[in-house]
Protein backbone atom coordinates (compact mmCIF):
# COMPACT_ATOMS: atom_id res chain seq x y z
CA UNK A 1 0.00 0.00 0.00
CA UNK A 2 1.80 3.46 -0.91
CA UNK A 3 1.39 6.12 1.55
CA UNK A 4 -1.67 8.40 1.07
CA UNK A 5 -2.42 11.05 3.28
CA UNK A 6 -5.98 10.64 3.63
CA UNK A 7 -5.42 7.33 4.97
CA UNK A 8 -2.87 8.01 7.30
CA UNK A 9 -4.58 10.21 8.74
CA UNK A 10 -7.64 8.48 8.81
CA UNK A 11 -5.62 6.13 11.73
CA UNK A 12 -4.07 8.93 13.03
CA UNK A 13 -7.25 10.45 14.16
CA UNK A 14 -8.35 7.29 15.62
CA UNK A 15 -5.70 6.17 18.13
CA UNK A 16 -7.13 8.27 20.90
CA UNK A 17 -10.12 6.88 21.08
CA UNK A 18 -8.70 3.64 20.31
CA UNK A 19 -6.91 3.95 23.71
CA UNK A 20 -9.45 5.50 25.81
CA UNK A 21 -11.81 2.73 25.09
CA UNK A 22 -9.14 0.27 26.23
CA UNK A 23 -7.10 1.72 28.80
CA UNK A 24 -9.82 4.62 30.31
CA UNK A 25 -10.90 3.26 33.55
CA UNK A 26 -9.19 -0.19 33.44
CA UNK A 27 -8.09 -1.33 36.50
CA UNK A 28 -4.44 -0.41 37.86
CA UNK A 29 -4.00 -4.10 37.79
CA UNK A 30 -3.80 -3.94 34.13
CA UNK A 31 -2.41 -0.85 33.34
CA UNK A 32 0.34 -0.05 35.93
CA UNK A 33 2.54 -3.59 35.78
CA UNK A 34 5.15 -4.27 32.31
CA UNK A 35 6.63 -6.77 31.23
CA UNK A 36 9.62 -6.93 33.46
CA UNK A 37 13.10 -4.77 33.88
CA UNK A 38 13.31 -1.47 31.40
CA UNK A 39 9.96 -1.96 29.86
CA UNK A 40 6.74 -0.17 29.41
CA UNK A 41 3.39 -0.33 31.22
CA UNK A 42 0.31 0.84 29.13
CA UNK A 43 0.31 3.61 31.39
CA UNK A 44 4.27 5.01 30.51
CA UNK A 45 2.99 3.97 26.83
CA UNK A 46 0.39 6.72 26.96
CA UNK A 47 2.93 9.18 28.24
CA UNK A 48 5.53 8.40 25.11
CA UNK A 49 2.43 8.96 22.46
CA UNK A 50 2.33 12.51 24.60
CA UNK A 51 5.91 13.04 24.09
CA UNK A 52 5.71 12.41 20.51
CA UNK A 53 3.47 15.10 19.95
CA UNK A 54 4.87 17.38 21.58
CA UNK A 55 8.75 17.15 20.28
CA UNK A 56 8.71 14.74 16.91
CA UNK A 57 5.94 14.64 14.32
CA UNK A 58 4.89 18.17 13.90
CA UNK A 59 8.05 19.70 14.59
CA UNK A 60 10.07 17.15 12.00
CA UNK A 61 7.17 18.44 9.75
CA UNK A 62 8.37 21.38 10.29
CA UNK A 63 11.92 21.05 10.21
CA UNK A 64 11.19 19.58 6.83
CA UNK A 65 9.24 22.15 5.21
CA UNK A 66 11.46 24.98 6.89
CA UNK A 67 15.10 23.64 6.22
CA UNK A 68 14.82 20.72 4.12
CA UNK A 69 17.86 18.72 5.00
CA UNK A 70 19.83 21.02 5.86
CA UNK A 71 19.34 21.03 9.85
CA UNK A 72 19.02 17.68 11.59
CA UNK A 73 16.49 16.95 13.68
CA UNK A 74 16.42 17.32 17.45
CA UNK A 75 16.61 13.42 18.82
CA UNK A 76 13.52 11.78 20.07
CA UNK A 77 13.84 11.35 23.86
CA UNK A 78 12.28 8.46 24.31
CA UNK A 79 11.85 8.56 28.28
CA UNK A 80 10.62 12.15 28.62
CA UNK A 81 7.56 10.94 29.78
CA UNK A 82 9.41 9.65 33.19
CA UNK A 83 9.18 13.07 33.75
CA UNK A 84 6.17 14.84 32.21
CA UNK A 85 3.39 11.60 33.26
CA UNK A 86 4.72 12.76 37.20
CA UNK A 87 2.01 13.12 39.24
CA UNK A 88 -1.00 12.41 36.61
CA UNK A 89 -3.49 9.34 36.22
CA UNK A 90 -4.10 7.49 33.15
CA UNK A 91 -7.47 9.54 32.65
CA UNK A 92 -5.41 13.05 32.53
CA UNK A 93 -2.61 11.66 30.14
CA UNK A 94 -4.86 10.01 27.76
CA UNK A 95 -7.00 13.25 28.18
CA UNK A 96 -3.97 14.90 27.14
CA UNK A 97 -2.82 12.87 24.03
CA UNK A 98 -6.38 13.36 22.47
CA UNK A 99 -6.35 17.16 22.81
CA UNK A 100 -2.46 17.03 21.51
CA UNK A 101 -3.39 14.79 18.58
CA UNK A 102 -6.54 16.84 17.46
CA UNK A 103 -4.12 19.83 17.66
CA UNK A 104 -1.32 18.51 15.60
CA UNK A 105 -3.98 17.34 13.07
CA UNK A 106 -4.96 20.47 12.97
CA UNK A 107 -1.84 22.15 12.27
CA UNK A 108 -0.81 19.41 9.49
CA UNK A 109 -4.26 20.35 7.76
CA UNK A 110 -2.89 24.10 8.07
CA UNK A 111 0.12 22.86 5.94
CA UNK A 112 -1.85 22.43 3.00
CA UNK A 113 0.43 19.54 1.45
CA UNK A 114 0.45 19.23 -1.78
CA UNK A 115 1.18 15.89 -3.44
CA UNK A 116 5.21 17.28 -4.40
CA UNK A 117 5.84 18.38 -0.51
CA UNK A 118 5.60 14.61 0.35
CA UNK A 119 8.79 13.78 -1.47
CA UNK A 120 10.77 16.77 0.19
CA UNK A 121 13.68 15.54 2.04
CA UNK A 122 14.98 16.08 5.63
CA UNK A 123 17.66 14.67 7.79
CA UNK A 124 17.30 12.17 10.35
CA UNK A 125 20.35 12.14 13.19
CA UNK A 126 20.70 8.36 12.82
CA UNK A 127 18.93 7.45 9.11
CA UNK A 128 20.07 10.34 7.00
CA UNK A 129 18.09 11.41 4.50
CA UNK A 130 13.91 10.72 4.77
CA UNK A 131 11.23 12.31 2.55
CA UNK A 132 7.98 13.91 4.33
CA UNK A 133 5.53 10.93 3.46
CA UNK A 134 8.20 8.71 5.60
CA UNK A 135 7.91 10.68 8.19
CA UNK A 136 3.68 10.53 8.56
CA UNK A 137 3.86 7.22 7.51
CA UNK A 138 6.28 6.17 10.81
CA UNK A 139 3.92 8.63 13.02
CA UNK A 140 0.98 6.21 12.10
CA UNK A 141 2.88 3.11 12.33
CA UNK A 142 4.52 4.27 16.06
CA UNK A 143 1.17 4.34 16.86
CA UNK A 144 0.18 0.71 15.75
CA UNK A 145 3.72 -0.46 17.22
CA UNK A 146 2.52 1.08 20.63
CA UNK A 147 -0.89 -0.09 20.12
CA UNK A 148 0.52 -3.89 19.67
CA UNK A 149 3.01 -3.18 22.90
CA UNK A 150 0.05 -2.32 24.59
CA UNK A 151 -1.80 -5.40 23.95
CA UNK A 152 1.17 -7.52 24.66
CA UNK A 153 1.68 -6.29 27.69
CA UNK A 154 -1.76 -6.57 29.09
CA UNK A 155 -1.45 -9.81 27.96
CA UNK A 156 1.93 -10.67 29.79
CA UNK A 157 0.02 -10.57 33.07
CA UNK A 158 -2.21 -13.41 32.03
CA UNK A 159 0.72 -15.49 30.85
CA UNK A 160 0.31 -18.10 33.99
CA UNK A 161 -3.60 -17.31 34.11
CA UNK A 162 -4.38 -19.18 30.65
CA UNK A 163 -2.43 -22.11 31.61
CA UNK A 164 -2.19 -24.67 28.60
CA UNK A 165 -3.75 -22.75 26.32
CA UNK A 166 -0.50 -20.66 26.43
CA UNK A 167 1.20 -22.14 23.17
CA UNK A 168 -1.80 -21.30 21.30
CA UNK A 169 -1.53 -17.85 21.67
CA UNK A 170 0.63 -15.72 19.83
CA UNK A 171 0.80 -12.65 21.90
CA UNK A 172 2.26 -14.91 24.56
CA UNK A 173 5.40 -15.32 22.58
CA UNK A 174 6.01 -11.97 20.55
CA UNK A 175 9.33 -10.62 21.09
CA UNK A 176 9.13 -7.84 18.72
CA UNK A 177 10.18 -5.32 20.55
CA UNK A 178 10.76 -1.36 19.31
CA UNK A 179 14.04 0.27 19.36
CA UNK B 1 -1.21 -11.11 38.09
CA UNK B 2 -3.39 -13.87 38.90
CA UNK B 3 -6.71 -14.74 37.73
CA UNK B 4 -9.61 -12.19 39.01
CA UNK B 5 -12.79 -12.51 37.32
CA UNK B 6 -14.15 -8.82 37.51
CA UNK B 7 -10.53 -7.39 35.86
CA UNK B 8 -11.17 -9.85 33.25
CA UNK B 9 -14.75 -8.92 32.75
CA UNK B 10 -13.12 -5.52 32.32
CA UNK B 11 -11.18 -6.06 29.79
CA UNK B 12 -13.68 -8.03 28.08
CA UNK B 13 -16.04 -5.16 27.80
CA UNK B 14 -14.03 -3.33 26.55
CA UNK B 15 -12.98 -4.88 23.14
CA UNK B 16 -16.04 -3.90 20.99
CA UNK B 17 -15.73 -0.40 21.65
CA UNK B 18 -11.83 -0.36 21.21
CA UNK B 19 -12.55 -2.31 17.87
CA UNK B 20 -15.12 0.41 16.94
CA UNK B 21 -13.06 3.21 17.74
CA UNK B 22 -9.78 1.73 15.73
CA UNK B 23 -11.87 0.21 12.85
CA UNK B 24 -15.31 1.52 12.24
CA UNK B 25 -15.22 3.67 9.19
CA UNK B 26 -11.34 3.25 8.50
CA UNK B 27 -10.94 3.26 4.73
CA UNK B 28 -11.37 -0.24 2.90
CA UNK B 29 -7.21 0.37 1.92
CA UNK B 30 -6.33 -0.36 5.46
CA UNK B 31 -8.95 -2.95 7.00
CA UNK B 32 -9.23 -5.58 3.94
CA UNK B 33 -5.45 -6.25 3.28
CA UNK B 34 -4.21 -9.58 5.56
CA UNK B 35 -0.02 -10.06 5.57
CA UNK B 36 -0.02 -12.15 2.59
CA UNK B 37 -1.54 -15.84 1.88
CA UNK B 38 -3.19 -17.83 4.45
CA UNK B 39 -3.51 -14.78 6.69
CA UNK B 40 -6.44 -12.67 8.01
CA UNK B 41 -7.49 -9.19 7.49
CA UNK B 42 -9.04 -6.93 10.63
CA UNK B 43 -12.31 -7.82 8.87
CA UNK B 44 -11.65 -11.26 9.02
CA UNK B 45 -10.81 -11.25 12.37
CA UNK B 46 -13.77 -9.27 13.55
CA UNK B 47 -15.68 -12.24 11.79
CA UNK B 48 -13.22 -14.75 13.80
CA UNK B 49 -14.19 -12.87 16.88
CA UNK B 50 -17.61 -13.57 16.81
CA UNK B 51 -17.08 -17.44 15.88
CA UNK B 52 -15.91 -16.91 19.29
CA UNK B 53 -18.78 -15.69 21.16
CA UNK B 54 -21.38 -18.37 19.11
CA UNK B 55 -19.52 -21.09 19.34
CA UNK B 56 -16.64 -21.05 21.69
CA UNK B 57 -16.09 -19.24 25.42
CA UNK B 58 -19.39 -19.36 27.02
CA UNK B 59 -20.58 -22.67 25.15
CA UNK B 60 -17.63 -24.14 26.96
CA UNK B 61 -18.12 -22.83 29.99
CA UNK B 62 -21.52 -23.89 30.35
CA UNK B 63 -19.90 -27.55 29.44
CA UNK B 64 -17.45 -27.11 32.65
CA UNK B 65 -20.44 -26.10 35.00
CA UNK B 66 -22.73 -28.85 33.38
CA UNK B 67 -20.38 -32.12 32.48
CA UNK B 68 -16.93 -31.47 34.03
CA UNK B 69 -13.95 -32.99 32.57
CA UNK B 70 -16.45 -35.69 30.98
CA UNK B 71 -17.59 -34.07 28.08
CA UNK B 72 -14.58 -32.68 25.77
CA UNK B 73 -15.29 -29.60 24.27
CA UNK B 74 -16.29 -29.39 20.53
CA UNK B 75 -13.02 -28.16 18.85
CA UNK B 76 -13.03 -23.93 17.99
CA UNK B 77 -13.92 -23.88 13.98
CA UNK B 78 -10.86 -21.24 13.29
CA UNK B 79 -12.44 -20.74 9.76
CA UNK B 80 -16.37 -20.22 10.53
CA UNK B 81 -15.90 -16.48 9.96
CA UNK B 82 -15.36 -17.53 6.07
CA UNK B 83 -19.38 -18.55 6.08
CA UNK B 84 -20.86 -15.97 8.26
CA UNK B 85 -18.97 -13.07 7.57
CA UNK B 86 -20.40 -13.27 3.87
CA UNK B 87 -22.16 -10.25 2.55
CA UNK B 88 -21.75 -7.97 5.91
CA UNK B 89 -20.26 -5.04 6.02
CA UNK B 90 -17.28 -4.31 8.49
CA UNK B 91 -19.58 -1.95 10.54
CA UNK B 92 -22.12 -4.31 10.38
CA UNK B 93 -19.61 -7.26 12.21
CA UNK B 94 -18.51 -4.86 14.68
CA UNK B 95 -22.13 -4.16 15.85
CA UNK B 96 -22.79 -8.40 15.37
CA UNK B 97 -19.85 -8.52 18.13
CA UNK B 98 -20.65 -5.73 20.27
CA UNK B 99 -23.85 -7.75 20.73
CA UNK B 100 -22.64 -10.97 20.89
CA UNK B 101 -20.29 -10.05 23.77
CA UNK B 102 -22.78 -7.99 25.93
CA UNK B 103 -24.88 -10.92 25.76
CA UNK B 104 -22.14 -13.02 26.63
CA UNK B 105 -20.88 -11.16 29.73
CA UNK B 106 -24.66 -10.99 30.89
CA UNK B 107 -24.69 -14.86 30.48
CA UNK B 108 -21.91 -15.19 32.27
CA UNK B 109 -23.12 -13.09 35.24
CA UNK B 110 -25.90 -15.58 35.52
CA UNK B 111 -23.44 -18.10 36.29
CA UNK B 112 -23.39 -16.75 39.87
CA UNK B 113 -19.90 -17.94 39.90
CA UNK B 114 -17.88 -18.49 43.20
CA UNK B 115 -13.88 -18.36 43.96
CA UNK B 116 -14.65 -22.61 43.91
CA UNK B 117 -16.02 -22.56 40.86
CA UNK B 118 -13.08 -20.81 39.23
CA UNK B 119 -11.39 -24.29 39.70
CA UNK B 120 -13.78 -26.71 37.75
CA UNK B 121 -12.75 -28.67 35.19
CA UNK B 122 -13.31 -29.30 31.59
CA UNK B 123 -11.33 -31.55 28.89
CA UNK B 124 -10.02 -29.65 25.93
CA UNK B 125 -9.63 -31.91 22.68
CA UNK B 126 -6.19 -30.99 21.96
CA UNK B 127 -5.15 -29.58 25.49
CA UNK B 128 -6.67 -32.09 28.14
CA UNK B 129 -7.45 -30.94 31.61
CA UNK B 130 -8.54 -27.37 31.70
CA UNK B 131 -10.07 -24.72 34.27
CA UNK B 132 -12.66 -22.90 34.18
CA UNK B 133 -10.24 -19.50 35.01
CA UNK B 134 -8.42 -20.89 32.75
CA UNK B 135 -10.77 -20.83 29.84
CA UNK B 136 -12.02 -17.31 31.01
CA UNK B 137 -8.05 -16.02 31.21
CA UNK B 138 -7.94 -17.44 27.58
CA UNK B 139 -10.96 -15.37 26.72
CA UNK B 140 -9.22 -12.00 27.44
CA UNK B 141 -6.18 -13.16 25.67
CA UNK B 142 -7.68 -14.35 22.93
CA UNK B 143 -9.14 -10.67 22.20
CA UNK B 144 -5.77 -9.64 22.98
CA UNK B 145 -3.70 -11.75 20.61
CA UNK B 146 -5.99 -10.78 17.67
CA UNK B 147 -5.51 -6.78 18.74
CA UNK B 148 -2.06 -7.30 18.46
CA UNK B 149 -2.84 -8.97 15.08
CA UNK B 150 -4.92 -6.23 14.10
CA UNK B 151 -2.17 -3.53 14.97
CA UNK B 152 0.38 -5.80 13.15
CA UNK B 153 -1.74 -6.40 9.73
CA UNK B 154 -2.31 -2.66 9.53
CA UNK B 155 1.16 -1.71 10.45
CA UNK B 156 2.41 -3.92 7.33
CA UNK B 157 0.43 -2.14 5.16
CA UNK B 158 3.42 0.73 5.50
CA UNK B 159 6.32 -1.66 5.88
CA UNK B 160 7.68 0.09 2.76
CA UNK B 161 5.79 3.34 3.43
CA UNK B 162 8.02 4.16 6.41
CA UNK B 163 11.28 4.09 4.44
CA UNK B 164 14.38 3.64 6.41
CA UNK B 165 12.47 3.64 10.12
CA UNK B 166 11.81 0.09 9.65
CA UNK B 167 14.14 -0.96 11.75
CA UNK B 168 12.89 1.01 14.74
CA UNK B 169 8.87 -0.32 14.79
CA UNK B 170 8.68 -3.82 16.71
CA UNK B 171 5.44 -4.14 15.08
CA UNK B 172 7.29 -4.40 11.14
CA UNK B 173 9.02 -7.39 12.37
CA UNK B 174 6.70 -9.40 14.51
CA UNK B 175 5.97 -13.03 13.64
CA UNK B 176 4.23 -14.52 16.98
CA UNK B 177 1.07 -15.60 14.79
CA UNK B 178 -1.27 -17.36 16.76
CA UNK B 179 -2.12 -20.68 16.39
Redesign the interface.
Known amino acids: ?4 L ?2 AI ?2 LA ?1 TP ?2 L ?3 LRD ?2 D ?2 TQ ?1 NEGPKTWSPYDVVGHLISGELTDWIPRARMILEHGESKPFVPFDRFAQEKNSLGKSLPQLLDEFTRLRAENLRTLDSFHLQPADLNRRGT ?1 PQ ?2 V ?2 L ?2 LL ?2 W ?3 D ?2 H ?3 I ?2 T ?2 H ?2 LD ?5 Q ?13
Open positions: MNFNPDALRATSSLLPSWPHLGVTSEATAVHLTLHQSRLAQYAVGPWKFLGVLRCSAHSD
